[in-house]
T-cell receptor, first 115, second 113 residues
């Protein structure tokens, strides 16, 4: 079946602009996660959803970052007033249910470059 | 809070040699442990995971890992390296009630012909 998909695959923007990154999870997966991977680092947790609600947003770095999942499927990560330090690969993952033992399936990521 | 430490950011082995990638964890609760592989310009793919059923876990592509509580380790091994194993490998931990993964900094594996 189809895996997790993310669009766009690459995004170049200018400092101060607004960007939206989209994630389509595996069909039927109730939990959805966002991570950020900087060059040479492991992915870092940003936020996760169980259904439509954000269950844990402790990883969002500041209030410029926001994510939604209005219908419990597709999610959008929104970044306002982008900064050069936001440049990274943004990864989305989904799992059947939320649980520490559950396998998270990752998408290919969106590579964001802020000039 | 959970964390993982991966010793060795770069490991190089000859084709056919043993692969050993090290991971040590810290967790205040019984951990769930994962190894993921990332090929260039691709997403993370699960190799194997430990969920307390058995301490020796077998994964895909001939990889396995052993959970050693006394050593707080979850090292990844493969008896014989193949050129196609060249990639970046990440160890990750989650807690029994927490759901997010905490990743190590990764180990890049190179395989020499």
């Amino acid at each position: 079946g189809a895996g997790v998909s993310q669009t766009p695959s690459n995004k170049v923007t200018e400092k101060g602009k607004y960007v939206e990154l989209r994630c389509d999870p595996i069909s039927g997966h109730t939990a959805l996660y966002w991570y950020r991977q900087s060059l040479g680092q492991g992915p870092e947790f940003l936020i996760y959803f169980q259904g439509t609600g954000a269950a844990d947003d402790s990883g969002l770095p500041n209030d410029r970052f926001f994510a939604v999942r209005p219908e419990g499927s597709v999610s959008t990560l929104k970044i306002q007033r982008t900064e050069r330090g936001d440049s990274a690969v943004y990864l989305c993952a989904s799992s059947l249910i939320a649980g520490g033992w559950e396998t998270q399936y990752f998408g290919p990521g969106t590579r964001l470059l802020v000039l | 809070a959970q964390s993982v430490t991966q010793l060795g950011s770069h490991v190089s082995v000859s084709e056919g040699a043993l692969v050993l990638l090290r991971c040590n964890y810290s967790s205040s609760v019984p951990p769930y442990l994962f190894w993921y592989v990332q090929y260039p310009n691709q997403g993370l793919q699960l190799l194997l995971k430990y969920t307390s059923a058995a301490t020796l876990v077998k994964g895909i592509n001939g990889f396995e890992a052993e959970f050693k509580k006394s050593e707080t380790s979850f090292h990844l091994t493969k008896p014989s390296a193949h050129m196609s194993d060249a990639a970046e490998y990440f160890c990750a931990v989650s807690g029994s009630s927490g759901d997010k993964l905490t990743f190590g900094t990764g180990t890049r594996l190179a395989v020499r012909p």
